[in-house]
């Protein structure tokens, strides 16, 4: 697949680049800065700003696929614009887990444990998966990990859900950075959660 990754300079967009690189797509890694996108055979390595639809759409056009690792100061209005302008079909989002179910109707972000200074980024997170649910054009994914993403060890394997945190038997919520990017570029290919959120955990 042709695939563009926005935001690929950062920490889960590198790892998401790596990752479908080395599955043998082709990937377009767009940063405003290039130069600390990590090279592999398959990558193009492309400078671009996000917050311009119109050079993001000519950016983009002919993939099959855009990731998202952005953070949320891109509304999502601006990228549904630029995958239109460009007749790309679909868009994955690497979101967070604060609008994660911990208890029936109740969020993580809504718990006396969510850190009061995470608030305002978590807040993006949901507003941006609140406009993608009224999108229908766009065949869009959102992925909210675990509560924590840590620099561990790859395993490989992890456990899936949909709406609701997963814990290990410790009611712990983590996953390492490069089985992230693993759930990630599975998602890709094998397009489970069309129009629908996931998440991901140990």
Request: glycine share 8%.
């Amino acid at each position: 697949m042709k695939i563009a990754v926005l935001g690929a300079s950062g920490r889960a967009g590198s790892e998401i680049t790596t990752e479908l690189a080395a599955r043998g797509h082709a990937v377009t890694a767009i940063a405003r800065k290039p130069e600390a996108i990590p090279t592999a055979a398959g990558v193009t390595v492309v400078r671009g700003d996000a917050s311009d639809p119109a050079a993001l759409a000519a950016l983009i056009k002919g993939s099959d696929v855009v990731v998202s690792a952005l953070h949320f100061d891109i509304p999502a209005a601006s990228l549904l614009s630029a995958l239109k302008s460009a007749g790309v079909p679909r868009l994955l989002v690497t979101g967070g887990a604060a609008s994660l179910e911990v208890a029936p109707g109740v969020r993580l972000i809504d718990t006396p444990e969510f850190p009061e200074e995470w608030k305002v980024f978590a807040q993006g997170g949901i507003t941006f998966l609140d406009a993608l649910r009224t999108e229908t054009e766009i065949d869009w994914t959102f992925f909210s990990p675990a509560a924590v993403i840590e620099e561990t060890p790859r395993l490989g394997h992890f456990r899936l859900g949909t709406d609701q945190l997963v814990v290990d038997d410790k009611g712990e919520s983590h996953i390492g950075f490069s089985d992230y990017a693993i759930a990630m570029a599975d998602e890709v290919e094998q397009h489970r959660y069309s129009r629908r959120r996931f998440t991901a955990a140990y």
